[in-house]
């Protein structure tokens, strides 16, 4: 198999990968990161990591500020009869 078509592969899978979970994406960054070959790559997954981060953590917060998401620190469960909170804990 050539070399090339392989890294181009997984070039492509870090790409995806970052866009699910940016602290992988940033972890197989650093690691194309340390090889000679493949500098240019890392860092272009590095950089997607941090953006695909960032807009996601904006998005999260504009959602919540409209009141379309309600993020889990502002959730509490209540017993139905009493409507005492059993999460979280007082």
């Known amino acids: 198999m050539d070399k090339f078509k392989l890294y181009k592969k997984w070039f492509w899978m870090g790409l995806v990968m970052s866009?699910?979970?940016?602290?992988?994406?940033i972890v197989y960054g650093l690691v194309l990161l340390s090889e000679k070959d493949h500098?240019?790559?890392g860092l272009i997954i590095i950089i997607g990591s941090f953006v695909i981060g960032l807009i996601s953590y904006y998005l999260q917060s504009?959602?919540?500020?409209i009141g379309v998401f309600t993020p889990a620190r502002f959730l509490f469960i209540k017993t139905p009869k009493t409507g005492e909170i059993l999460f979280p804990t007082p």
């Not at 866009?19 to 994406?25: E, H, I, N, T």
Request: aromatic fraction near 22%; charge should be positive; charged fraction near 20%.
């Open 19 to 25: 866009l699910f979970y940016p602290a992988a994406g």
């Open 39 to 41: 500098r240019r790559e």
């Open 62 to 65: 504009y959602l919540a500020a």
